[in-house]
């Protein structure tokens, strides 16, 4: 039931000791379901092999997704603590963890995943020989796909400094200061937002702007995800 690649994840640790590479039909096989995307991915993060859902779910029959990094199917705003995540599984720090993800797809659209990621131990040692990530089909979440695209360009450079500015909490004077603009200035791009992510109010543009990834999670100071700016 195997075809070709792509994937993601979020935080929760368990004591489940790794999967065993040598067991008999192999990892993908003990996990393989036709409720969820499968794929196996190598120390590297690069997709090895996926199951038919998970080919469907990102790419179709010709998709050639083996070979690819998992964060080309990740939002950018989850990447890195979903990286952190990875790193401390590399380093023998936990067997598994259970997130959720903002993943992508075909068309630009985005789906919120409850995602599981197991390490896979080579052999008789110690080392991951691969990882495997388990979403699961039933729990996924369509997201707002016109403002979620990874790559719309929403704000210009000011714009992003100044949501930035918003979310840690600066207010309207010390902002125009650090930025050299006018108070005036200032309120007229807060509003220029408010309305670009059609909110009421200042709480409501970070909260917005957090549920559709243009600021990272995970950061302090707040920091608007590049692929947003123009």
């Not at 997201?143 to 929403?154: G, H, I, N, S, Y």
């Not at 109010?201 to 549920?211: E, F, H, I, T």
Request: with cysteine; hydrophobic share 40%; aromatic share 6%.
């Amino acid at each position: 039931m195997m075809a070709t690649p792509h994937t993601a994840l979020m935080d929760g640790t368990s004591a489940v000791p790794p999967v065993d590479s040598s067991e008999v039909g192999g990892p993908m096989d003990r996990f393989d379901r036709a409720d969820a995307y499968v794929a196996c991915l190598d120390p590297s993060l690069t997709i090895q092999q996926v199951n038919q859902e998970f080919d469907r779910r990102f790419g179709g029959a010709a998709s050639g997704l083996c070979g690819k990094h998992f964060c080309d199917l990740i939002h950018p705003s989850v990447q890195q603590p979903l990286m952190q995540q990875f790193s401390r599984m590399l380093e023998g720090k936990r067997h598994r963890f259970v997130t959720e993800v903002i993943a992508g797809g075909r068309e630009n659209t985005t789906s919120m995943l409850p995602l599981s990621a197991m390490a896979v131990r080579g052999g008789h040692t110690p080392d991951v020989a691969a990882i495997l990530v388990v979403m699961s089909a039933g729990d996924e979440r369509t997201e707002d796909t016109e403002v979620m695209a990874p790559r719309k360009k929403l704000l210009s450079e000011i714009d992003a400094r100044i949501l930035e500015g918003i979310a840690a909490g600066v207010s309207t004077i010390p902002l125009a200061s650090r930025l050299y603009l006018s108070r005036q200035g200032v309120e007229y791009h807060v509003t220029g937002l408010l309305r670009a992510l059609k909110v009421p109010n200042r709480a409501a543009l970070v909260s917005r702007a957090y549920s559709m990834g243009v600021l990272k999670v995970g950061t302090w100071p707040p920091k608007v995800v590049e692929d947003f700016i123009k």
